[in-house]
């Protein structure tokens, strides 16, 4: 009998230790077996014949494999770009200024209504590709450009389909709270009342969320309206999260807090009780530093306070047509350092185990551990810090997940 379908030897492993904490393994093997890290031990403590033993050997000679990739915080599912806006805002106009006049989340929102099941699956898969190709093994995908039951359904109807044709797993996130739909701007009230006795209790039953989001900034939702959708979540049992203090602090971290958030997202205004209040609730920081880029903000997110009150921070692409159409996770990580000030440490474990956190999945994805599932990534480098270093370049030499290959270069 083979004791590892599959094992890995002389690798660069970065991996957790009994204290929790990351560490760089080098000339380490791990072993794969029914999907699951079988084994993880340095080469010199390799049994004699446990080579021999394993269906198939990687000599990977020295290179580093890390766990796989966690893109905790997308909205991959949409039609339609945004290059024009993109061109305004170089021209000098504001993301807020172009949302007031009606392009924005809505003009995608209007791309997306008009568009297909196979349109918009066709789409994100090949986006979906490029993440994968990246090393991505689990992401997240969100709702949120449909803002009618129909719209919404469809959108994850495409997420749910997404994951059960691609070979990495799709966490699906309701972000009916996204924008107010225009033919709901003298009616407030009646959108927020159609998001919590229609569109989230029927979504749900028909199994289509694992998590609610929101948008708590001046231009989409106040924190009252989120709390009001909080509410129902609760009673439905489901996680959430918020997009909250992006463009201005507006107090969604301590709601979202207050609600035992997964993780709080963006937080580029984001103020001392808000970090102290997530530190409490224990709510990932998820920091987004592509949209950061796009559109062209000065002010970091403060990431000294989230060290000081030891809040865990993540990084994702958002991918997204409007602020942040970014289509590698280990730029994210480059850009976390840039930017933020992150350590390469910091971005690959917000890349991976704080990401995992993020989505509620930290018992079982994030980190080379034994028991946990056996994705990961043999890249073109030899030390993990290489990662947030080398600026593009597609260094992901095998991607796997579950313990098989799922892209190879
Ligand atoms: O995470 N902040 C709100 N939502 C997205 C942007 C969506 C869009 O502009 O289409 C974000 O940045
Ligand atoms: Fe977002």
Redesign the pocket.
């Known amino acids: 009998m083979s004791l590892h379908d599959s094992l890995w030897i002389n690798a660069t492993l970065t991996v957790i230790t009994e204290e929790g904490l990351p560490e760089t393994l080098e000339d380490a093997a791990i072993g794969c077996r029914d999907g699951v890290i079988s084994m993880i031990c340095a080469m010199e403590h390799l049994s004699h014949g446990a080579t021999d033993m394993a269906i198939k050997v990687h000599d990977v000679e020295h290179a580093c494999i890390t766990p796989g990739l966690v893109d905790c915080?997308t909205?991959l599912v949409?039609a339609g770009h945004?290059a024009d806006e993109f061109k305004l805002r170089l021209e000098g106009q504001s993301?807020t200024q172009i949302a007031e006049d009606g392009g924005?989340?809505i003009s995608?929102v209007r791309n997306t209504r008009a568009a297909s099941d196979q349109q918009l699956q066709t789409t994100a898969q090949s986006r979906l590709q490029y993440l994968i190709e990246d090393g991505v093994t689990t992401l997240e995908i969100k709702s949120?450009?449909g803002l009618t039951i129909a719209d919404e359904e469809k959108m994850l109807r495409v997420v749910r389909k997404l994951g059960a044709i691609s070979p990495v797993t799709i966490v699906s996130t309701f972000l009916g709270a996204?924008a107010l739909p225009p033919e709901y701007v003298a009616n407030r009230h009646g959108y927020i009342d159609l998001l919590c006795r229609q569109m989230l209790p029927r979504l749900h039953a028909a199994g289509l969320i694992d998590a609610v989001d929101g948008?708590c900034?001046g231009i989409?939702f106040t924190s009252d309206e989120i709390e009001r959708l909080y509410q129902v979540a609760a009673g439905l049992g489901l996680p959430v999260k918020l997009?909250a203090e992006?463009l201005s602090n507006s107090g969604g971290a301590q709601l979202a807090a207050r609600y035992g958030a997964l993780s709080v997202?963006?937080l580029e205004y984001l103020d001392e009780d808000g970090a102290r209040a997530m530190a409490a609730s224990g709510s990932v920081a998820v920091l987004?530093p592509g949209?950061y880029l796009m559109l062209r903000e000065t002010q970091p997110p403060p990431v000294a306070l989230l060290r000081k009150h030891g809040v865990a921070m993540a990084l994702a692409s958002?991918a997204?047509?409007?602020?942040?159409p970014a289509l590698s996770a280990r730029l994210m990580m480059l850009l976390g350092c840039t930017q933020f000030n992150l350590t390469p440490r910091e971005a690959l474990w917000g890349m991976t185990l704080h990401a995992a956190r993020a989505l509620g999945m930290a018992d079982t994805i994030g980190s080379l551990e034994v028991g946990k599932a056996a994705d990961m990534v043999v890249w073109d480098v030899r030390e993990p810090a290489e990662l947030s270093y080398w600026l593009g370049g597609n260094m992901a030499q095998s991607v796997v997940k579950d313990g098989v290959i799922i892209h190879h270069r």
Do not use: K, M, V, W
Request: avoid cysteine.
């Open positions: 915080h909205h949409f945004r993301y924005g989340i995608t949120g450009y996204h948008f900034e989409a997009h992006q997202d963006h987004l949209a958002d997204n047509p409007g602020s942040s």
